[in-house]
């Protein structure tokens, strides 16, 4: 390879690793292995909305540790280009998740760092990061009888997810939707307000969650 494709961390080496597609994520995995391990992986994650999350995941040294993710079957010594190990069962990669809080924010960034518990003369390794991307619940709308001209729509939030309410008056394609409230969930019910139009006696209501 002509260009970096693993993130290298050790006592004097850090990683950045920018999204090429920021998204939201409720959970990261690591495909990682670490030389005279375990190594402690201190971590950072980074979302668009400015807030951060930390933590630590342990990389377990590249030999005989289970679960295997992936498994070589052999290395190469870069030095000569002689193999060994081969169809030994090593070395392995492994798979280490962590859980996300902000499903609301897409991650944009994420930072590896060596944690001061490590002893000397280790190295993790990360080879791909991926995703789970857990979109926000469909919302269950209770639509109440308008009351001085307002139509009131309630329903259950999930906290940080943004809500936005669309009109249309009529469902022949192609239906044009227009945004006609928002709202924040919390967590606790919410609700979302429109004015009775009585230009329009027959109009098509939905929720979209982001």
Same mark, same amino acid.
């Given at each position: 390879?002509?260009?970096?494709?693993?993130?290298?961390?050790?006592?004097?080496?850090?990683? !950045?690793?920018?999204? $090429? +597609?920021?998204?939201?994520? @409720?959970?990261? *995995?690591?495909?990682? /292995?670490?030389?005279?391990?375990? =190594?402690?992986?201190?971590?950072?994650?980074?979302?668009?909305?400015?807030?951060?999350?930390?933590?630590?995941?342990?990389?377990?040294?590249?030999?005989?540790?289970?679960?295997?993710?992936?498994?070589?079957?052999?290395?190469?010594?870069?030095?000569?280009?002689?193999?060994?190990?081969?169809?030994?069962?090593?070395?392995?990669?492994?798979?280490?998740?962590?859980?996300?809080?902000?499903?609301?924010?897409?991650?944009?960034?994420?930072?590896?760092?060596?944690?001061?518990?490590?002893? !000397?003369?280790?190295? $993790? +390794?990360?080879?791909?990061? @991926?995703?789970? *991307?857990?979109?926000? /619940?469909?919302?269950?709308?209770? =639509?109440?009888?308008?009351?001085?001209?307002?139509?009131?729509?309630?329903?259950?939030?999930?906290?940080?997810?943004?809500?936005?309410?669309?009109?249309?008056?009529?469902?022949?394609?192609?239906?044009?939707?227009?945004?006609?409230?928002?709202?924040?969930?919390?967590?606790?019910?919410?609700?979302?307000?429109?004015?009775?139009?009585?230009?329009?006696?027959?109009?098509?209501?939905?929720?979209?969650?982001?």
């Amino acid at each position: 390879y002509a260009a970096n494709d693993a993130a290298y961390v050790d006592a004097t080496h850090t990683a !950045s690793l920018a999204l $090429a +597609a920021p998204d939201q994520f @409720s959970a990261l *995995s690591f495909l990682t /292995a670490a030389g005279h391990g375990p =190594v402690t992986v201190d971590y950072q994650v980074s979302h668009a909305d400015g807030t951060t999350e930390v933590g630590k995941f342990i990389a377990p040294d590249w030999f005989f540790n289970a679960p295997a993710a992936w498994n070589a079957q052999g290395r190469v010594d870069v030095g000569t280009g002689s193999f060994n190990n081969v169809n030994n069962n090593n070395p392995i990669l492994y798979s280490k998740d962590i859980a996300l809080t902000n499903v609301a924010s897409a991650v944009t960034n994420i930072s590896l760092n060596w944690d001061s518990s490590n002893g !000397s003369g280790s190295v $993790a +390794a990360v080879f791909a990061v @991926s995703g789970f *991307s857990a979109r926000p /619940a469909p919302p269950q709308i209770i =639509v109440g009888n308008p009351l001085n001209g307002t139509l009131l729509i309630q329903f259950q939030s999930q906290s940080g997810v943004a809500y936005v309410l669309q009109a249309t008056t009529n469902l022949i394609s192609p239906v044009v939707w227009v945004n006609v409230a928002t709202n924040t969930g919390t967590g606790n019910p919410a609700s979302l307000t429109r004015p009775v139009d009585a230009s329009h006696p027959q109009q098509y209501f939905r929720i979209l969650a982001n």
